[in-house]
């Protein structure tokens, strides 16, 4: 990405939400998207769906890989639960009760993006009824399109939001 202050190849950091240009200074984070998730750039990691190109990107405030053909994300294990929790924050629940996801999807094996091995697919203990997909080795856990948000909207009456310190 070229910077839009003066034009200089810009550069995106590990963990970083935005980009950088080393010439003028400027950080230029992209605006997030109707899910709150901001594209910042191809990565190297191919989507273990539909094989495509996965992008980095970000949503509430944690760095993770967006397929945008599929709309599948990888994410850290322990950022999972915060950008719930921060997405839940800002959505009206729902009263109705989500169905289980089809039994067969628990059958399903798909090869981590990051270190090729069998991720384990299981039923998530959590609000939203879905099966997730997670690397042990890796710390890695992959989240089909519209399941974060399903976990984020799904009727969960023992739910009490994070204190803030």
């Not at 924050?89 to 990051?114: D, K, M, W």
Request: aromatic share 4%.
């Amino acid at each position: 990405m070229n910077c839009p202050n003066c034009g200089a190849r810009m550069r995106l950091d590990e963990g970083a939400d935005h980009w950088s240009c080393d010439f003028c200074l400027t950080l230029h984070a992209p605006d997030p998207d109707e899910d709150g998730l901001s594209l910042l750039g191809a990565a190297q990691e191919d989507c273990p769906l539909c094989r495509r190109p996965l992008n980095h990107a970000v949503l509430a405030g944690v760095r993770l890989l967006s397929c945008p053909e599929c709309h599948g994300i990888l994410m850290p294990m322990e950022g999972f639960v915060p950008v719930a929790e921060r997405l839940r924050a800002n959505l009206p629940g729902t009263s109705i009760p989500l169905a289980p996801p089809p039994e067969r999807q628990l059958q399903r094996r798909i090869t981590c993006p990051r270190c090729r091995q069998t991720m384990n697919t299981h039923l998530y203990g959590g609000p939203g009824r879905i099966i997730i997909d997670s690397c042990e080795t890796c710390a890695q856990v992959w989240l089909d399109g519209g399941e974060l948000r399903r976990v984020a909207s799904a009727p969960d009456y023992h739910y009490r939001p994070a204190k803030e310190q």
